[in-house]
């Protein structure tokens, strides 16, 4: 059974900076698409970021040159790297990886950001 547990959100100030992690069990994820999502109140779920299996990395507009994705195959665990947080970017952020047609997603981590 796949599993995704985030972790790292919180609350900070605005240019601040806060690391999200997201450790997946039941499957691996190296050859695995996944990606971050977030959902602000009010407002439909988008996607902040994603990494193919091979690697490459796409980000939303919003944080192109603010957030960083990544992963580390050893641990079985993705990353989002913020940096340069604005009040616009408080949510819940969500991660997901696709395995055999399916999606499977983390229980989300709250990210707020005080101007």
């Known amino acids: 059974q796949v599993q995704l547990v985030e972790s790292g959100g919180g609350r900070v100030q605005a240019g601040g900076s806060l690391t999200l992690s997201c450790a997946a069990s039941g499957t691996i994820v190296s050859i695995l698409p996944m990606g971050w999502y977030r959902q602000a109140p009010g407002k439909q779920r988008e996607l902040v970021a994603n990494i193919a299996s091979g690697g490459a990395a796409t980000y939303a507009d919003s944080v192109k040159g603010r957030f960083t994705i990544s992963r580390d195959n050893a641990k079985n665990t993705m990353y989002l790297q913020m940096n340069g947080l604005k009040p616009e970017d408080t949510a819940v952020y969500y991660c997901?990886?696709?395995?055999?047609?399916?999606?499977?997603w983390g229980q989300g981590t709250q990210v707020t950001v005080s101007s």
């Open positions: 997901n990886l696709l395995r055999l047609g399916t999606i499977h």
